[in-house]
């Protein structure tokens, strides 16, 4: 996968941006990190946050994945290709 990355929030956290187009289910999204352990705090149609890896995960159904607090960008395309490719082959 390919991405762009921008830094967010001051500096504390990290954009992942899916350089192609995708459209998620955030349903089967919800599901699957539900079954990973994940607590999901906020879902909607188009986005949803949960708690991964020790990190506030704002996943959007577009591909694009926010970690907080995260300032590595090597390890936020890492994580955001963990993942997507979890949840979109």
Excluded at 53 to 72: A, H, I, R, W
Aim: proline residues 2%; charged residues 25%.
């Amino acid at each position: 996968m390919k991405f762009t990355t921008a830094r967010l929030c001051g500096g504390k956290a990290l954009m992942a941006v899916s350089a192609d187009v995708l459209d998620i289910d955030m349903d089967a999204a919800e599901s699957h990190f539900r079954e990973q352990g994940c607590e999901i705090t906020s879902k909607d149609p188009m986005m949803m946050v949960f708690t991964w890896n020790g990190m506030e995960t704002t996943l959007y159904s577009q591909g694009k994945v926010m970690f907080f607090p995260l300032e590595d960008k090597q390890l936020c395309i890492k994580y955001a290709t963990e993942i997507l490719e979890s949840i979109v082959g």
